[in-house]
């Protein structure tokens, strides 16, 4: 059970990769998060992350039992759900006015590096769940970070289609 664990914490091994596996887990999260809204639109995205945010916490729950480190780097099944969560802002619109999600690349892109920018400086809220010390925190910082990247997202959009009218 720890073998699947960590196999499933580390997506398949991308956590070891350097540097920053981190970066790593959310780059390998794009072609996912495609690929589920291809699949399924917003509502499949929807599902898949909520229910990858409860495996995640599963599977870093048991990485994590009898360590001192409660956030090792190797983990990077957070940064897919937060990841995720950024890409919201893409999937609903695409999904609900039928827009092929590609066009929306310029999206892609700033969800990427906000998401990035939010789970490495951890500002406010981020912070404080990281400091949580337990699997629950190690979860909940990206999936905050991944809210903030959604909210950056839909502000880049506004002052793009709306402010520049482009």
């Known amino acids: 059970m720890r073998k699947f664990a960590q196999?499933?914490?580390?997506?398949?091994?991308?956590?070891?990769?350097?540097?920053?596996?981190?970066?790593?887990?959310s780059l390998v999260t794009l072609p996912l998060g495609y690929g589920l809204h291809?699949?399924?639109?917003?509502?499949?995205?929807?599902?898949?992350?909520?229910?990858?945010?409860?495996?995640?916490?599963?599977?870093?729950?048991v990485m994590t039992e009898g360590q001192d480190n409660h956030d090792p780097s190797e983990i990077v099944i957070d940064e897919v759900v937060g990841q995720l969560i950024a890409l919201f802002p893409l999937s609903y619109p695409a999904w609900k006015h039928g827009i092929d999600i590609t066009a929306?690349?310029?999206?892609w892109i700033a969800a990427?590096?906000?998401?990035?920018?939010?789970?490495?400086?951890?500002?406010?809220?981020?912070?404080?769940?990281?400091?949580?010390?337990?699997?629950?925190?190690?979860?909940l910082d990206d999936v905050i970070a991944g809210?903030?990247?959604?909210?950056?997202?839909?502000?880049?959009?506004?002052?793009?289609?709306?402010?520049?009218?482009?």
């Open 38 to 61: 291809m699949l399924g639109g917003f509502p499949l995205l929807v599902l898949a992350t909520a229910a990858l945010l409860i495996f995640g916490l599963w599977a870093t729950q």
């Open 147 to 166: 809210v903030f990247a959604a909210a950056g997202v839909l502000v880049l959009a506004g002052l793009a289609h709306g402010v520049l009218g482009l």
């Open 112 to 139: 990427f590096v906000l998401f990035r920018l939010f789970d490495i400086l951890k500002p406010g809220p981020i912070g404080t769940a990281d400091k949580r010390g337990d699997a629950l925190g190690v979860m």
């Open 7 to 25: 196999l499933s914490a580390t997506v398949l091994g991308v956590g070891y990769l350097r540097p920053a596996p981190g970066t790593w887990g």
């Open 104 to 107: 929306l690349w310029p999206g």
